[in-house]
């Protein structure tokens, strides 16, 4: 069994809905945040957190 930091399912979450919109750009954002956060085992606190910074990224774009 291999143990995943907290920083670690939050970064791997983050990456894999980064490729998920590009690859789906027609799903809902609070979609692919809760899928991430049942498939990398994140906490309401991490899923919240992911939501922000993806959030923060669209306002921002570079």
């Known amino acids: 069994m291999t143990v995943v ?3 670690d399912r939050l970064k791997n979450a983050l990456c894999w809905v980064t ?3 590009r690859d789906h750009p027609e799903k809902k954002l ?3 945040v ?3 956060g049942m ?3 994140l906490s309401p606190k991490e899923s919240d957190a ?3 910074l993806l959030e923060g990224e ?3 774009p570079q």
């Open 50 to 52: 992911l939501l922000r």
């Open 34 to 36: 809760d899928h991430a």
């Open 39 to 41: 498939q990398f085992n």
């Open 19 to 21: 490729e998920a919109r």
């Open 5 to 7: 930091s907290m920083g």
């Open 58 to 60: 669209k306002e921002n």
């Open 30 to 32: 609070l979609t692919l």
